[in-house]
DNA sequence: TTGAAAGCGCTAACAC
DNA sequence: GTGTTAGCGCTTTCAA
C-alpha cells in the first residue's frame, strides 16, 4: 500500500522534487510548469505527508489539549474557543482526556511532547507541572488553564476565573435571597475549589454569616453525591453552593431524592452555566470558557515569551432556584 | 531553540545511535549500556520525536475524528468512547469540528490524511464522501458513523443506528400514552432523520394513525425552534416527537415558551439521553453512543480489509413527558 | 526558473 | 551486542 510521493509526483511531471514542493509551498515556479505539476498532483491524488514536513520545522501544527473531563460543561466550551482560533490558524487539535486518572496526566502530555506539538492546554492537576514545565522550557508554549502557576517560567501562560470572586459572587446571590445558613459542596482541596469556597466565606462573613468547617462537604465522584447531600442536610441549611461544576447533576439529583424541594425548603446555586439550567430555574456564576479557551489559545499561537496570566471576573445568572433576590437581602421566600 | 536528539545521546553514552533506538524501543542490548543510554536519556531530558518516527512506520498513531457538532449529547459520548479504546491501543486523539460548516469537513479530512493518521472515525455528512473514499482506497480505514455507505470499499465501515427502529419506538411509547396526533421536528433531510420519521411513520400506522408531511417541520438551527413549535402548534397535535437530539434543549424551550405545559398539554419525547433528563422527566431514545464510539475505534485499530457495518439498537427511557404509558393504549393523562 | 545534493531525526538491514 | 550504512519523504541551500 505504498502512498505517492512527491519523487512520483515530480517524475510524472518531468520535474524535480524541489520543484513540485516550490509549486505546493509557494516558490518562484514558471506559470506553465506549475500548471503541469498540479495537473500531475491531482491526477496522482498526492498528499503531502504534514509528519515529514513537521521534520524540518521542528514541530507539528497541532495544539495539543489535556483534559480532565470532556463531559463537564466548562470543559466542552473551552474546547469549542480552542478549536475556533486552532482553525482559524490552521491546526488540527489533538486531545487526551485523563478522566481525573492521576499519573495518566504526565503520560499524556509527554506524548503530546512526543508528537512536537505546537502547544499545550492543559487542565489538569499539579501533580504533572514539572512535566509542563519541561515542556515550557524546551520552548513549547503550554497554557495551564482554571489555576494560575506561581512564578511561571518563560512560555508558560495561564487563563484562570476569580474563584474568590465566583464564591463571592455566590454568597451576594444566597444573602440576598434571605438564606442565612448555607451548606457548600466541593470537590476536593484543588486551587479553584479552595478559592471559591474562601470567596464564600468572605461573602457571607459581610453579612455577619459564619462558614465553619462542618458546613462544607467533599463530594467523591457523582456516586459520592447522595452521602454528600445527606451529610450536609443533617445540619439543616435553608441553601446548598456547589462549587464544582462538574458535580451538578449529580447533587442536584440527590438533593431532590432527599425530598427538599428547590427553592422552598433549600436554595441552590451551583458553578458553570449549562444548557438546561434555564429551564431548570438552576442559578449559576458562570465562568467565561468560550473566552477562555480562545484566549489559551491565542496564547499558544502568539507564543510570547515572557509568562502571561490573564483571570477572568464570573458573573451570576440568578434564576430561582435560590428564591427572589431583595435589595435589603431580607427572606422572600 | 534545539531539542535533544538521539544522536546527542549517543554521543553523551558513547554509543551510536543505533543503540539508543535499540534501549528506547526494546531491542537486544546489555544490561550495562543500556543503563548507560537510559542515564544519558534522563540527564540530557531527550523526548524521542514521534513525527519522525511515524514516517517510518508510514503512519502516525493517532486516530482522526471529524465531527459534526460536538455540543451534541451523542457526540460526546461517542468520543469518549472512540478515546478509551484509542487509549488502550496507545493512540492519541486528533479532533477537528466541522459545526456542520460544509466544506470545512472535505478540507478537515485531507488535513487528517496528511497526518497520516492511523484511522479515520467521520461523522460528517455525504459532501465529504467522495474523500473519505479516497482515504480509505488509500488504505486508511475509515468510519463512517450514524449513516451507512451503500457498496462500502475495503477499509470503510460504518457504525450506525437502526433509525427506524428508533422512530418506531417513538411512535408505540407515544401510542402507548394515548396520544393520538404527533408532530414531528427534525433538522433536515439526512438519512438519519429521514430514517426516523420513517419509523415515526410507520408506527403510527400500525395504531391507525396517519402521519402527513404537514406534520412534519425542519428546525433551522437553534434559532429556528420557536418557529418551528409555532408551526407545528397549529395543528394542535397532543404530542411533539423531536429527532434532532441536538434541538431538544432548544425544541424544550420554545414548547414552554409558547405555554404549553408537558406533559398535560402536550408530550413529548426526543432523540438522546441526556444527564438532566431524569431530573426533567424527558422520555427518550437513547443511542448507545459510547458503545458506538468504542466499535468505531475498534474498526479503526483492528483494521480489516473487508467492510464491516454495525448496526445498533435504540432503546425507550421512559419517563414522564408523555404521559403515562397504558397497556391498550388507553389516554390516562 | 530549475535541479542536484545535503540533511531533518530516526529506524532497519547488514556487518562485525 | 553493537556500529555502519542506507534510507523514510520532504525542504533547502547552492549552482547552474
Redesign the interface.
Known amino acids: 500500500?505504498k502512498?505517492t510521493t512527491i519523487g512520483a509526483v515530480a517524475a510524472a511531471a518531468g520535474v524535480s522534487s524541489a520543484t513540485v514542493s516550490r509549486v505546493l509551498n509557494g516558490g518562484p515556479v514558471n506559470e506553465a510548469t506549475a500548471a503541469r505539476v498540479r495537473e500531475a498532483v491531482d491526477r496522482l491524488?498526492y498528499?503531502?505527508?504534514?509528519?515529514?514536513k513537521?521534520?524540518f520545522a521542528?514541530r507539528?501544527q497541532?495544539i495539543g489539549v489535556v483534559i480532565d473531563d470532556?463531559?463537564s460543561p466548562f470543559y466542552?466550551d473551552l474546547?469549542?474557543g480552542i478549536?475556533e482560533v486552532a482553525?482559524a490558524n490552521g491546526s488540527?487539535?489533538?486531545?487526551?482526556?485523563t478522566f481525573r486518572h492521576d499519573g495518566?496526566e504526565a503520560m499524556?502530555i509527554?506524548?503530546?511532547?512526543?508528537?512536537?506539538v505546537r502547544g499545550l492546554i492543559v487542565t489538569s492537576a499539579a501533580s504533572a507541572d514539572d512535566r509542563t514545565y519541561?515542556m515550557a522550557a524546551?520552548?513549547t508554549p503550554c497554557v495551564v488553564v482554571a489555576r494560575t502557576v506561581q512564578d511561571p517560567p518563560p512560555r508558560l501562560h495561564s487563563v484562570a476565573l476569580d474563584n474568590i470572586a465566583a464564591g463571592r459572587l455566590m454568597a451576594e446571590h444566597l444573602v440576598s435571597c434571605g438564606r442565612r445558613s448555607v451548606g457548600v459542596i466541593t470537590s476536593g482541596p484543588r486551587p479553584s475549589q479552595l478559592g471559591r469556597t474562601e470567596g464564600l466565606r468572605r461573602g457571607l462573613a459581610e453579612a455577619g454569616l459564619a462558614l465553619t468547617a462542618d458546613d462544607i462537604v467533599t463530594v467523591d465522584g457523582d456516586d459520592g453525591a447522595e452521602d454528600a447531600v445527606a451529610t450536609l442536610l443533617q445540619r439543616r441549611p435553608d441553601a446548598v453552593a456547589c462549587v464544582a461544576g462538574r458535580r451538578t447533576?449529580a447533587i442536584?439529583?440527590a438533593l431532590?431524592s432527599q425530598g427538599v424541594t428547590i427553592p422552598d425548603d433549600i436554595g441552590f446555586i451551583t458553578m458553570d452555566d449549562f444548557?438546561?439550567a434555564?429551564?431548570?430555574g438552576i442559578s449559576v456564576v458562570a465562568q467565561p470558557a468560550h473566552l477562555m479557551g480562545q484566549r489559551a489559545a491565542e496564547f499558544v499561537v502568539e507564543n510570547p515569551a515572557q509568562p502571561r496570566t490573564v483571570v477572568f471576573e464570573p458573573t451570576l445568572v440568578a434564576r430561582t432556584s435560590c428564591g427572589e433576590a431583595t435589595d435589603d437581602g431580607a427572606a422572600s421566600r
Open positions: 500500500m502512498r491524488q498528499t503531502p505527508n504534514a509528519l515529514t513537521s521534520i521542528g507539528s497541532t470532556l463531559r466542552l474546547m469549542r478549536d482553525d488540527l487539535v489533538m486531545f487526551a482526556n495518566r499524556q509527554q506524548s503530546m511532547d512526543e508528537q512536537r519541561r524546551g520552548g447533576v442536584h439529583a431532590l444548557a438546561w434555564s429551564a431548570l
